[in-house]
């Protein structure tokens, strides 16, 4: 069992930044490939970005790329999402998720196994 509690949301406007935290119960957290998923209102959860278990491979989606920065932190449980030049459609709740080392870079929910509780992130224009 892993327990994954997110923070860091918040409001800001246009073309600001957000830095989202996740830190994870399970000392061998490493071994997991970890994500973030967000959902805006009336809309499906979708995939934002993953990073592979040890850091050294990172997968975004197209409309974040060059954006938002996906890290981690093993020694201390602990994946970040860094978020530069928001934008309105950004608006979303924020959820950190872990999935098996197999499914690193997976871009589909179904793969991970344990989630956080969601963070909400609004833009402001």
């Known amino acids: 069992q892993v327990l994954l509690v997110e923070s860091g949301g918040g409001l800001v406007q246009a073309g600001g930044s957000l830095r989202l935290s996740c830190v994870a119960s399970a000392r061998t957290f490493m071994r997991y490939a970890a994500g973030w998923f967000r959902q805006a209102p009336g809309k499906e959860r979708e995939f934002v970005a993953s990073?592979?278990?040890?850091?050294?491979?990172?997968y975004y989606t197209d409309s974040v790329k060059g954006r938002f920065t996906i890290s981690r932190d093993n020694a201390k449980n602990t994946v970040y999402l860094q978020m530069n030049s928001l934008k309105p459609e950004d608006t979303a709740v924020y959820y950190c998720?872990?999935?098996?080392?197999?499914?690193?870079?997976?871009?589909?929910?179904?793969?991970?196994?344990?989630w956080g509780q969601g963070t909400q992130v609004t833009v402001s224009s």
């Open positions: 998720a872990a999935a098996p080392a197999s499914y690193s870079g997976s871009d589909s929910a179904r793969h991970y196994d344990y």
């Open positions: 990073i592979s278990g040890g850091g050294a491979n990172t």
